[in-house]
């Protein structure tokens, strides 16, 4: 072969590797856009009925559980263990869990929500906590300094977050260190963990081992990976259940849970005809600002066949839940909760 053929032929070999990549490229493209149109069809359809089982305190059981490392079970301790308390000077201190118990102490109900909980889905949890607040806490590190100051909280499980000072510093956020009249369970953040309100569970570590005050930069571990720093809590609403749906001649009871964050909700709203009317629910549960409530709508029995379900939160300050469908990434799914069932 000549070095002119030759030349040809590796010439004829790059111009095929060429147009092989691109229609490879090509494929691939196609092939992840119409996943990508696909998935978000898929997940706005509207959600198969299957009924959950709800009551305003979640059992320690069943509340949900989330961390970077789902094995991961704390072994301590408890008469050992020590918060480490770190100021801006550098002062630290070291705490052990009887002297945080004899802090100033309540029971208050708050709602934990993960901020990758999908539309209509169980990430969300309520229960009755036993607290000191973390003002009370941190006043022997505390300073005056407000702007760009942080407190960072670490978990014994390497996870931490941190959120402004003047956030902590409210009558509203707190260390934790009993759910539901017993000691913190060791997957729910023995021994103490912390309540930020307004603000999705990642947060507010579990297992903690030191808080610090700083000023100094701090992203947390989940927004090294883009997730929300802010993480502000969405308005959310789910129906759990349609009783009687399949009983011949009964009104239908449907019912669920809503949320808020930091403002109480004020009313529910509850759609039979894929959004066409809106109509008034029952809330069941007393109105608290950090706390999900219970609601309810009775249906007077409609003709067989399908229906959509839609219902909807309105908070105290009169905003309403974002209804436009998003994904949880970056700062937490929004979209109204769709269920399709079908009456006999």
Known sequence: MSNDEMFKSMQKMDSDQIKYGRRKFAVILGVGVAGLIGWKYYDSRPQTYHPRKVSFITPNEDFYSVSVNMFYRPQLDLEKWRLELVGLDKKTLQISLAEIKNLPSQTVNYTYCCIGNKVGANDISNASWRVALLSDLLKPISTDRREGVRMVAYGLDGYYSSVPLEQVLDQESYIAYEMNGVALPSNHGMPARVIIPGRYGMKQPKWLKKIEITDRKVTG?????????????????????????????????????????KSAVAKVEVSVDKGKTWRLAELETNLEKNVWTLWKYFWKRPEPGFYTISCRVIDENGKRQIETERDWFPSGATGLHRVKIKIV
């Open 221 to 261: 571990y989940w927004e090294e990976q883009n997730w929300s720093d802010d993480a502000e809590l969405k308005g959310l609403t789910r129906l759990d259940y349609a009783n009687d749906i399949e009983t011949n001649g009964a009104d239908i009871l449907l019912g669920g849970i809503a949320f808020c964050g």
